[in-house]
């Protein structure tokens, strides 16, 4: 075929058609969204109008808060007989325990109006229903303490945090003012005894001078024994001392034995936790299981709460044995420190009175006076000790009236529910409506194995694309669309034609093109269609066309040209016609067709016969294309027969119905078969261009395509009732 033969008009594409790169994705996810864009929207939908239907239908929650500062910092005398021990870590833990214990709670539910709470009014155990919902915590960076508790109804909130916040004020009011009274007066009765003795102790100096009014005022340290008696009255004076001491410790000792809640912070402090912290881990779990309880909805009378209280209290039994032997074995040490000062002090006592009667012995008057200024001395000294005890306790009653502990923050009533939160529910509900409808639009697309782009149709046959042929609007019948390009020659799909023709031209050397054979993955595809309007393509650029129907299965050709069937390829491979009987003249200049013919029994030996290949043969030298319409490729071996003689093969599939394993499949079978695959032709692709790039269509004008559709609308008109009058004679014959 000469070069002028393959000259195009000037519009033509000049460019071979380029192979998209495998590499690229075949199926971009935005892509995926936006053709699931239904799914990912009803997703949404759904998680949304749920979440809504929870806001709705949820008993919001609210909750209060108070902020509190306990100032532990008191002088180390009062610390001592308090029994606390700074401002550390443990003592905040053990006061946040306190907060929340059940004699707290317990008070702070006999100031409160349990009938007028909603919440409260008939709960038939209201100390554990409060807990459970009740939590004290200090700061990660600071000791403030938080008291907060949860409630459907706000002013139950903020009345529950204030009353359990003033109970504790109130608790630790009266307990360091009980303590410190107690030691109080245990140094209040040593001062008196001691003023009493002081007293008795001047009123002998006076008598003992008025007696001896020639006593020596100066002192003589030569005498062993005086030196002696004034060793011991030091000793004396400071191991009296230390028995008040002891005795108040004791004292103080007895009196927290008396109270239970000061018994376990005195463990904490003193540093014996090892005494049953195992023992308040586990009264701690069972204290979170019962809130989980309580959270579940469970009542204070269901058998899960009571057993659950049950084991809680059984617990909290062993823990007050275990704090009732240590403080008793606590009270013993004070009592045995009390009992080796009286012995001490007795003994030194004893040494002493006998020193004293060897100085009194001695008949020196001034011994007897320096023993009677010394018992003064010494008593005098003992009471300023318990005078300024006496003030430190007195300014530690005054902290207690004040109270240690400051409110820095008062509940109120939020208006605001802390749960459900609505925005956040929300964006919650959007998020996983995203993801789910992500999630099933890639999970149908996986499912959905059609093609539906070019990109994705190139990728996966890895053939080039020759040309996409838009959709035929206007419902025409079989006929009109296989003579498309010659009906309406100024349509869309007729210059898509056009461009698959000159794909076809310039994507083959010269010479190599004489046959070109149409086929497609399945049936329904398309490749009837196309066979007859690329024949009818070429035969317009000036070129003698052959069309010929090797489809011996489901023959079509015959019926879009309107010809007669009774003699063709058939007849002339069984030698009952030549090839000039068979092969007809259609309308179309330049253009003829050889039909199927009567259908025969073995198809696919007959086209493997070397009868076929010598027709063939014998056609390509008539004609300058042989344009072969074969079956499908899956369904019959027919097209791999045909393509393995014939020059280039052209694969059609339709857009958004042909599915990726067929289509990878009718290639592969063409391969082995050693067919030269020119491209693939992308038929009844969406006018709207979706994943299709439009290929330019809409380049006409709608009013210049009116135009020359109308102007040649009567011999079209004319040319269509002619064929369909020859379609249905044949199809009657």
Same mark, same amino acid.
């Given at each position: 075929m000469s070069s002028v033969a393959r000259n195009e008009s000037p519009d033509a594409p000049r460019s071979a058609p380029k192979i998209i790169p495998a590499d690229m994705a075949t199926r971009g996810v935005l892509q995926i969204l936006w053709r699931r864009q239904l799914i990912l929207f009803l997703c949404v939908i759904v998680c949304l109008v749920t979440a809504v239907v929870y806001i709705t239908q949820a008993t919001p929650v609210y909750a209060s808060q108070s902020r509190i500062y306990i100032d532990n910092n008191t002088s180390a005398f009062v610390q001592s007989l308090m029994m606390t021990t700074g401002q550390g870590g443990n003592y905040l833990s053990t006061q946040c325990d306190v907060i929340t214990s059940s004699p707290i709670v317990n008070a702070a539910v006999g100031t409160l109006p349990l009938q007028t709470l909603p919440s409260l009014a008939n709960i038939e155990n209201p100390v554990n229903f409060i807990r459970a919902s009740l939590t004290a915590a200090v700061g990660r960076t600071s000791d403030i303490i938080t008291v907060s508790y949860e409630s459907p109804y706000p002013n139950d909130c903020m009345r529950v945090v204030n009353s359990v916040v003033q109970a504790y004020i109130e608790n630790q009011t009266q307990k360091r003012r009980s303590v410190s009274q107690s030691i109080k007066k245990i140094l209040v009765d040593a001062y008196e005894r001691n003023n009493t003795e002081r007293k008795d102790a001047s009123e002998g100096?006076?008598?003992?001078?008025?007696?001896?009014?020639?006593?020596?005022?100066?002192?003589?340290?030569g005498n062993i024994v005086l030196e002696k008696l004034q060793t011991l009255t030091d000793a004396l004076v400071k191991e009296t001392s230390n028995k008040v001491d002891a005795q108040a410790a004791w004292e103080s000792a007895k009196a927290l034995q008396a109270d239970p809640q000061a018994v376990a912070e005195f463990i904490v402090m003193r540093g014996a936790t090892g005494q049953g912290s195992g023992l308040n881990e586990l009264l701690a779990q069972w204290q979170s299981e019962l809130k989980v309880a309580f959270a579940q909805g469970y009542g204070a009378d269901s058998n899960q709460v009571k057993k659950i209280i049950a084991n809680m209290d059984a617990l909290k039994e062993r823990i007050r044995d275990s704090e009732d032997r240590y403080i008793k074995a606590y009270v013993a040490v004070m009592n045995q420190n009390y009992l080796t000062s009286v012995n001490k002090l007795n003994i030194l006592q004893k040494d002493y009175d006998e020193t004293k009667s060897q100085a009194v012995a001695l008949g020196n008057s001034f011994a007897q006076l320096r023993v009677l200024q010394d018992q003064f001395d010494s008593t005098t000294k003992y009471m300023e000790g318990l005078a300024t005890k006496v003030k430190e306790i007195d300014v530690t009653n005054t902290e207690s009236t004040n109270v240690n502990v400051q409110i820095l923050e008062v509940a109120k009533a939020e208006p605001v529910p802390i749960r459900p939160k609505?925005?956040?529910?929300?964006?919650?509900?959007?998020?996983?409506?995203?993801?789910?409808?992500?999630?099933?639009?890639?999970?149908?697309?996986?499912?959905?194995?059609?093609?539906?782009s070019v990109d994705e149709i190139s990728a996966a046959l890895q053939l080039p694309i020759l040309g996409v042929v838009?959709?035929?609007?206007?419902?025409?019948?079989?006929?009109?669309?296989?003579?498309?390009?010659?009906?309406?020659?100024?349509?869309?799909?007729?210059?898509?034609?056009?461009?698959? $023709?000159?794909?076809?031209?310039?994507?083959?050397?010269?010479g190599q093109d004489n /046959?070109?054979?149409? /086929?497609?993955?399945?049936?329904?595809?398309?490749?009837?269609?196309?066979?007859?309007?690329?024949a009818i393509a070429m035969a317009q650029a000036g070129h003698s066309v052959l069309l010929i129907d090797c489809d011996f299965r489901r023959p079509r050709q015959h019926r879009i040209f309107g010809m007669k069937d009774d003699v063709g390829l058939s007849s002339v491979l069984a030698g009952q016609h030549s090839l000039g009987e068979a092969v007809q003249p259609t309308t179309v200049p330049n253009m003829s067709l050889l039909p199927c013919g009567p259908i025969p029994n073995n198809p696919s030996e007959i086209l493997n016969s070397q009868i076929f290949a010598d027709t063939i043969e014998e056609l390509k030298g008539k004609f300058d294309h042989v344009v072969i319409?074969?079956?499908?490729?899956?369904?019959?071996?027919?097209?791999?027969?045909?393509?393995?003689?014939?020059?280039?093969?052209?694969?059609?599939?339709?857009?958004?119905?042909? /599915?990726?394993?067929?289509?990878?499949?009718?290639r592969e079978s063409l391969l082995g078969v050693g067919a030269n695959?020119?491209?693939?032709?992308?038929?009844?692709?969406? $006018?709207?261009? $979706?994943?299709?790039?439009?290929?330019?269509?809409?380049?006409?004008?709608?009013?210049?395509?009116?135009?020359? /559709?109308?102007?040649?609308?009567?011999?079209?008109?004319?040319?269509?009732?002619?064929?369909?009058?020859?379609?249905?004679n044949s199809s009657r014959s």
């Open positions: 100096i006076r008598k003992f001078i008025e007696s001896h009014p020639d006593i020596a005022l100066r002192t003589d340290r609505k925005l956040q529910v929300l964006m919650i509900a959007g998020i996983v409506g995203v993801m789910m409808g992500f999630g099933a639009a890639l999970l149908q697309d996986w499912m959905d194995q059609r093609l539906r838009p959709h035929i609007m206007g419902g025409k019948t079989a006929m009109a669309r296989g003579m498309e390009v010659h009906v309406e020659p100024m349509s869309e799909v007729s210059e898509a034609y056009r461009t698959i $023709r000159t794909a076809v031209y310039f994507g083959v050397p010269e /046959t070109v054979l149409v /086929t497609s993955p399945a049936p329904g595809d398309g490749k009837t269609t196309m066979a007859s309007n690329l319409d074969s079956p499908p490729v899956n369904p019959v071996t027919d097209a791999r027969i045909l393509a393995a003689s014939a020059d280039v093969t052209i694969i059609v599939v339709r857009a958004d119905k042909s /599915t990726r394993k067929l289509s990878e499949n009718a695959i020119l491209g693939v032709v992308v038929n009844d692709a969406p $006018r709207s261009g $979706r994943g299709y790039g439009g290929y330019g269509y809409g380049y006409y004008s709608d009013r210049l395509y009116r135009d020359r /559709t109308n102007k040649s609308a009567g011999r079209n008109k004319a040319t269509t009732e002619v064929a369909t009058s020859k379609d249905k």
